[in-house]
């Protein structure tokens, strides 16, 4: 029973000391962060124009696998709470989910989006310095809408669900720069000023509404956790 138990006690030492190897190594890394973000919409239609821009937030966990001495390959699951507003210069057919509406030219629809998102990217880090490291960040960020709603300016259109007229899946692309700070251990702070761009319209068009081609740009903080 006495060697079983030293047994034990043995591989668990020797596992923990491979974890605490590996973290000291930086080879693998988990983070948790926040992120509060300003949104705007980028439009491509001389039709609309873009409202101001709307705070919004972001948060989840990454893990950083580090497959060179300088590079790292980070992929994990964001909750991202965004959105915007649009200026419709011309008359605006909303198919809303208690039947059809028409808003009348100048109507300014306020857009609050949340999506799942996958984000998948390189980091390319410096030296250390001291306790501090820089890295860039660039990726892609595959979007799923899990919840739509809108405001508008006219026919007190308010927290309005407005699924039908949000394309369930987008694509982004976003970069970053930042620091991560050592605070002894395997744990660090990561800041990063980051920017985003969703290469696909968010807006779903249909045979009463006319394209308007929105595409949402990001500029945020992020605060992290890495352990």
């Known amino acids: 029973m006495k060697t079983k138990a030293f047994l034990i006690l043995w591989v668990l030492v020797f596992s923990f000391s491979m974890v605490d190897?590996?973290?000291q190594d930086r080879r693998l890394r988990f983070a948790v962060?926040?992120?509060p973000h300003f949104n705007w919409f980028h439009l491509a239609d001389l039709n609309t124009d873009k409202g101001p821009g709307r705070l919004g937030i972001n948060g989840g966990v990454r893990l950083d696998y580090k497959f060179e001495k300088f590079c790292a390959f980070s992929f994990g699951v964001n909750w991202n709470q965004t959105g915007g507003n649009i200026i419709y210069k011309d008359t605006l057919h909303l198919d809303l989910g208690a039947g059809n509406d028409t808003l009348r030219p100048g109507t300014r629809v306020t857009y609050?989006?949340?999506?799942?998102?996958?984000?998948?990217?390189?980091?390319?880090?410096?030296?250390?310095?001291?306790?501090?490291?820089?890295?860039?960040?660039?990726?892609?960020?595959?979007?799923?809408?899990?919840?739509?709603y809108i405001n508008a300016t006219d026919n007190n259109v308010e927290?309005?669900?407005?699924?039908?007229?949000?394309?369930?899946?987008?694509?982004?692309?976003?970069?970053?720069v930042g620091l991560i700070y050592s605070l002894g251990g395997s744990v660090s702070l990561q800041f990063a000023v980051t920017y985003k761009n969703t290469f696909l319209d968010v807006t779903r068009e249909n045979s009463i509404r006319k394209p308007d081609n929105a595409r949402i740009n990001v500029i945020g903080?992020?605060?992290?956790?890495?352990f």
């Not at 001291?130 to 979007?143: A, Q, R, V």
């Open 159 to 176: 927290n309005e669900p407005f699924k039908q007229g949000i394309n369930r899946i987008n694509l982004a692309w976003h970069t970053g």
């Open 221 to 226: 903080l992020n605060v992290g956790i890495l």
């Open 112 to 148: 609050r989006l949340q999506y799942i998102e996958i984000p998948l990217a390189l980091k390319f880090m410096t030296r250390e310095i001291g306790y501090s490291t820089g890295f860039l960040e660039i990726g892609l960020d595959p979007m799923f809408n899990i919840h739509s």
């Open 21 to 23: 190897a590996q973290f």
């Open 33 to 35: 962060s926040v992120e």
